[in-house]
């Protein structure tokens, strides 16, 4: 803790842009940055315009290979058991993948960045009830939890085909359950950050001046976390797709709107590693294995970054 | 087998094996030490030399960042990965330290000098009690049976003034002042030729401070004990030490007994040290500081290190190495202010009666 | 270790344990289908008498908050957690007695293989760090905590069971096989048992080996470790007796922070391999929509983790002095 008015440095003014800029530039001269980056662009690109690369997602009628056959020339990725090109399902399933981890990483940081800044800002009792629900989320297995919350919803929500985003219905809930069970690391982390910058002595400024706690909260405390935010995203979006696939392989995905998760899914059910189809689960798997890992190292080397503490150590 | 706990009647340590008759305790002789940081070099320490002979305690001074407690660092070599002593030799018993393999020097390590670090909580190990932490090593390099050694540890407990049923302890179970005692207890139990303090004090408040400097003191005279203490409080060493070594800038600027160097001091580095010390009896005045900072290690200035910021700096001292010479008082100093006179002592360049900046 | 401290931790514990008994209510209200469906489902012919006393004993004519609640928490403490919707008469508690050994079995090996392995592997790589150890088995631990254990099982499988043929695919026992004694019995359950226990295993010790290093790391560059190489002391000795009971620490804290994240791995395992334990039985729930069973497997599952983390808090609390005032 710093005595106050200690070390004082300027707090980015809200908005300021530069400070993003220069992260990036740092991340990519680190290899595993720039291996990160790079992988995380392809499959931006992959799933931001799906159809430009292997057309539109084929369905069971427009599906034209032979069942379950081997890479070939034609699919070079093969065909499941409703004779579909791997390929296209695998691309398609990065659009829907990436974008589930997208909205669910926005509903969790948002959740756990209000709930991080309140928290340590207000303190007290609040700060005391907030802290023992994070606990209670971190402590209990939420995937059990997501299990039965998304049946749930679903059956409440009903199951008409609108779709936000291009998503559907069903894995809009998807989205809001992960929310729901993930928000507890980020809003740990952010009421750390937030605690030790209560403590400086611009704050104390704003208060004397007459300034209100919403108004400290948005316009000082905020600007200042947003990097720690952003970096925390990183690893809470690898976290989410990771959880969607698990839900989507337990029978919770979308068989119109195949994620990855989907995909192995299906994979499963109809036996594919008993049968030796290796290139129904292959693909999907080391697609999100690479999506986390690059993830995994962006957000790590982002940490390292933010966190001048530890570098030169591990 | 030495004991740790004084006789009137005892007898004179036993000499590591190697050891060269007749040779001084510890004599180092222009050390270099440099880090490897980001690809550059950084020369922390770079052509030091001094000697200590038994009984005695120096004090090596100097700001932050000198290389004090990497000249320290060097002797018991506890350098950190990316350092290493590059020059010099560091002579116990005029046996050299510096070339000893890793596995060597363990032999010398504690048995003939040990070190103290600063009083942080993590120089002690967290899960371990402190009466056995001190009988550890009892155990480990002098090959005596763990009820021995406990008893041993309690010992040298009460020697340094803790009440020997507090070895049970954890060490966040102990304030900040007997903490240190513990780590000097710890550091006295094979019974070393030379102690060496690294900022023992600096993070103790005034009064526990000057409990430790008396217990070191009283250490220093029942044991026989040779100190090297490092640290930037000059009252420190003022009231502990012999002999006084100023560093600046990883080299010896000064060196001599405490007495003269404090009373007359040569090295312009030193006036200014001892001028920026307040004193509390004499007249108000504007604390006179040293403007500037310390030269970067990576690339130190050619000449004189102090040259940049030294008031009486001439055109040579950014050129030239200042020289050292000696004092008839045995105060060492390298500045191009002096230089040998006919007569062998020192006398002050003419040049340096037309004082300017260079 | 003072009383306080075990009090404070049961305490906590107990606390959390209410909460997860006070979601369940929750869900329980909230689910589709009214609750006499879940404390009667099973049984036919239910009276109207009957009725009644079921929806007394479950509070159900009584207002929802605190009485409902105070007579669901007596049901579930006392084990009545409702009947299935979908097996026939059973109870929810049958239910899950019946799948619970194989998950225990299964997990705890796991989690014990991959304890001892990590640890191990984790301290070593820190010791030698940069060394080939350590390059090579960071690089591996990272690629398997990206993957998803279920594919790795899958990958697994394909490779050992269908192309090597050296294990079988799917269960835990061979279905409708004999033995002629229990050694033989055991013999197929084990090789059954193989691939699960090898996912399972190289899941965690992945996350296990990364901890226990990057503590290792930190320890070592505490001012006690080099006080103690300042002592002359071995490599080995200072590893053993200053760098690892310091390192343990925080590796004990995060094994246990990860239990409920584990929890999911291993469901998705139990599926691959068909293993009939809790994880299988909670997706056939799920599919069937049999939410009396589903929310026994949350309960079960959730008061395993947190009596779990109660351990690790107490050998924690055996391992540093610091907690224990």
């Known amino acids: 803790m710093t005595a106050a008015g200690a070390s004082w440095s300027p707090p980015i003014p809200a908005g300021r842009r530069v400070g993003r800029f220069d992260l990036l530039v740092r991340l990519v001269r680190r290899p595993e940055g720039a291996f990160g980056v790079l992988i995380l662009a392809i499959f931006a690109a992959l799933a931001l315009a799906p159809d430009f690369f292997v057309g539109p997602l084929q369905t069971a009628v427009t599906a034209h290979g032979t069942r379950l056959s081997p890479p070939s020339a034609a699919f070079p990725l093969g065909t499941d058991e409703l004779r579909r090109d791997m390929l296209n399902l695998t691309v398609h399933g990065a659009r829907v993948s990436m974008a589930i981890g997208l909205l669910a990483t926005l509903v969790t940081v948002f959740i756990g960045a209000v709930v991080g800044i309140v928290s340590g800002f207000v303190g007290g009792r609040v700060d005391a009830v907030l802290m023992r629900i994070t606990d209670f989320f971190l402590v209990i297995p939420t995937f059990v939890l997501a299990l039965i919350l998304t049946p749930i919803i679903r059956d409440l929500v009903g199951s008409g085909s609108t779709e936000i985003l291009g998503i559907r219905m069903t894995l809009i809930v998807i989205v809001i359950v992960i929310g729901i069970t993930s928000w507890s690391s980020s809003a740990r982390i952010i009421r750390s950050q937030t605690l030790s910058l209560k403590e400086r002595a611009f704050v104390d400024r704003a208060r004397v001046i007459g300034a209100g706690s919403g108004h400290i909260m948005r316009r000082h405390i905020l600007p200042n976390v947003i990097n720690l935010i952003v970096a925390n995203s990183v690893l809470v979006f690898a976290g989410a797709v990771l959880t969607e696939t698990t839900l989507s392989f337990v029978g919770l995905g979308d068989p119109f709107q195949p994620s990855w998760g989907q995909l192995l899914e299906a994979a499963r059910s109809v036996g594919a590693p008993g049968l030796g189809a290796w290139w129904y689960f292959v693909p999907p798997g080391v697609c999100i294995v690479l999506v986390v890992f690059a993830f995994t190292l962006v957000g790590g080397a982002l940490d390292d970054l933010l966190n001048p503490k530890r570098r030169g150590r591990a | ?358 | 270790m003072s009383g306080s401290y075990l009090a404070r931790r049961f305490g906590s514990a107990l606390f959390t344990i209410a909460l997860i008994v006070l979601v369940n209510f929750v869900l329980f209200r909230a689910l589709p289908g009214s609750p006499e469906r879940v404390i009667l489902r099973g049984t036919p012919n239910v009276t109207p008498a009957q009725l009644e006393a079921a929806r007394e004993r479950w509070g159900l004519n009584d207002p929802v908050f605190p009485d409902q609640f105070v007579a669901f928490l007596g049901a579930t403490v006392s084990g009545d957690l409702g009947y299935s919707f979908v097996a026939r008469g059973q109870t929810v508690g049958q239910v899950l007695a019946q799948r619970i050994w194989p998950t225990v079995i299964l997990f705890g090996l796991g989690e014990l293989v991959a304890i001892v392995l990590g640890l191990a592997l984790g301290a070593y790589s820190g010791w030698r760090r940069g060394g080939p150890v350590d390059v090579v088995g960071n690089g591996i631990s990272l690629i398997l905590y990206s993957t998803p254990y279920f594919l790795l099982g899958m990958a697994l499988l394909l490779v050992f069971a269908t192309g090597l043929r050296w294990f079988p695919t799917f269960g835990m026992l061979t279905a409708g096989a004999t033995y002629p004694d229990i050694w033989a019995r055991l013999g197929d359950f084990v090789s059954h048992l193989a691939l699960p226990l090898a996912t399972v295993g190289l899941g965690l010790v992945g996350q296990y080996a990364i901890v226990m290093r990057s503590s290792i790391v930190e320890t070592l560059s505490e001012d006690y470790v080099t006080t103690a190489r300042g002592m002359g002391l071995s490599e080995g000795r200072i590893l053993r007796h200053h760098a690892l009971p310091n390192a343990l620490l925080p590796t004990v804290s995060l094994i246990a922070i990860n239990l409920g994240y584990v929890v999911a791995g291993a469901i998705t395992v139990e599926v691959v391999f068909n293993w009939p334990g809790l994880g299988t039985l909670a997706v056939e729930a799920l599919t069937a929509r049999d939410y009396p069973v589903l929310q026994g497997v949350f309960l079960l599952l959730s008061v395993s983790v947190v009596l779990a983390n109660l351990l690790a808090d107490l050998v924690y609390g055996v391992l540093d002095p610091r907690v224990r005032t």
Request: charged share 25%.
């Open chain 2, 1 to 358: 087998m030495t004991a740790a706990v004084p006789r009137p009647d005892r007898p004179p340590r036993a000499l590591p094996r190697l050891a060269v008759a007749g040779a001084p305790l510890l004599e180092v002789d222009d050390l270099k030490t440099h880090f490897r940081l980001a690809g550059e070099v950084v020369r922390a320490v770079d052509g030091v030399s001094f000697r200590l002979d038994a009984g005695e305690a120096l004090g090596i001074a100097g700001e932050s960042g000198c290389g004090k407690t990497t000249t320290a660092l060097s002797l018991v070599r506890l350098l950190p990965a990316n350092a290493s002593i590059v020059g010099g030799s560091i002579r116990l018993h005029g046996i050299d330290l510096a070339t000893k393999s890793d596995t060597a020097i363990r032999r010398y390590r504690w048995r003939e000098i040990s070190i103290v670090f600063q009083g942080a909580m993590n120089a002690l190990n967290p899960v371990a009690r402190v009466r056995d932490q001190i009988a550890e090593p009892i155990v480990e390099r002098l090959g005596v049976d763990a009820r021995t050694a406990r008893r041993r540890a309690g010992e040298l407990l009460e020697l340094v003034g803790i009440p020997r049923a507090r070895g049970s302890a954890y060490p966040h179970e102990l304030s900040g002042g007997m903490r240190q005692r513990a780590m000097i207890a710890m550091a006295l139990a094979c019974d070393p030729a030379i102690v060496i303090g690294d900022e023992p004090t600096t993070a103790l408040d005034v009064m526990v401070q000057a409990q430790i400097l008396d217990l070191l003191e009283r250490l220093r005279e029942r044991l026989g004990l040779s100190l090297i203490l490092i640290t930037h409080d000059l009252s420190v060493i003022a009231e502990t030490c012999d002999r006084v070594l100023i560093m600046y800038a990883g080299r010896v600027a000064e060196e001599g007994p405490v007495a003269q160097v404090f009373t007359r001091p040569r090295h312009p580095y030193t006036q200014k040290l001892l001028a920026a010390f307040p004193n509390i009896q004499a007249d108000r005045r504007t604390l006179d500081v040293i403007p500037g900072t310390p030269p970067d290690l990576r690339t130190p200035p050619p000449g004189c290190r102090f040259a940049p910021r030294c008031p009486l700096a001439m055109a040579v001292c950014s050129e030239v190495v200042p020289p050292e010479v000696t004092f008839a008082d045995r105060v060492r100093v390298a500045c191009h202010l002096y230089s040998e006179g006919s007569s062998g002592e020192p006398v002050l360049v003419p040049a340096a009666a037309t004082v300017g900046r260079a």
